[in-house]
């Protein structure tokens, strides 16, 4: 888990996405993640963070979103945050391609508490960088929870990129510039390299090749 946690946030800093940087480590006999905090500005003074529970104010037991009824929680996100930050479009685009990135590698724990906003002493709002981002549908196949709902659709097995377009059009983002966007990701993810550990070997051809169905307009397979 270590290792393919590692693996997608690199993958998602090839595609350009923002991510928190982690690198691998043993200590003693165990084996660890570290991860670099983000939360800090370079002279050490905090940045305020809250993750989309915290933002909508609802419960931490609520993380998992699983109302398929309009306007969306990743909508309620969009809407809230947005209007905080420099630019509203640029912050929705971005929510978009993380939340279709973590469809692509199979996110099954992409859930409120698993993304973020900072807030600037200035009160401006911007999208945390990814963080615990996995690939746990294609790993486990445990849960097929997508996290948050994308146009009413709560299942990741069963989320095409016309469900994506649909759910950024539900927050006001232009359906062409959406499809342009979602479909940039799933290209530079699939084309991105990442190293990987030889356990997970497959993981890379068979995320391009969930790229490839995607784009086709189908939902994504879970094996090669
Ligand atoms: N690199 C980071 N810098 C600052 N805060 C982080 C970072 N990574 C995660 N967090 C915050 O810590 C919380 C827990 O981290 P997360 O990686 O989700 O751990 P867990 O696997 O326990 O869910 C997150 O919800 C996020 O708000
Ligand atoms: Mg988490």
Not at 167 to 196: F, N, P
């Amino acid at each position: 888990m270590l290792a393919a946690e590692h693996w997608a946030l690199e993958l998602a800093r090839a595609a350009g996405l923002r991510t928190a940087r982690t690198r691998l480590e043993t200590f003693g006999t165990r084996d660890a993640l570290v991860v670099e905090r983000y939360d800090r500005t370079e002279d050490h003074r905090r940045i305020h963070q809250e993750d989309f529970t915290q933002v909508l104010g609802i419960a931490s037991a609520a993380k998992y979103d699983q109302s398929t009824a309009a306007p969306s929680r990743l909508a309620q996100v969009a809407a809230t945050a947005s209007l905080h930050s420099r630019n509203a479009a640029a912050f929705k685009s971005e929510l978009l391609k993380a939340v279709a990135f973590n469809v692509l590698v199979g996110n099954g724990d992409a859930h409120s508490k698993n993304y973020s906003v900072l807030i600037r002493e200035t009160g401006e709002v911007e999208l945390a960088p990814l963080y615990d981002v996995a690939p746990t549908l294609l790993l486990y196949a445990r849960s097929s929870n997508a996290g948050h709902s994308v146009a009413g659709q709560a299942r990741l097995n069963y989320i095409t990129l016309d469900h994506l377009v649909r759910e950024a059009g539900s927050w006001g983002m232009d359906v062409e510039e959406a499809r342009a966007g979602v479909t940039g990701i799933l290209v530079a993810a699939a084309e991105a390299h990442a190293s990987v550990p030889q356990r997970l070997a497959h993981l890379p051809a068979l995320v391009a090749a969930r790229a490839e169905d995607l784009i086709a307009g189908s939902t994504a397979r879970r094996q090669l």
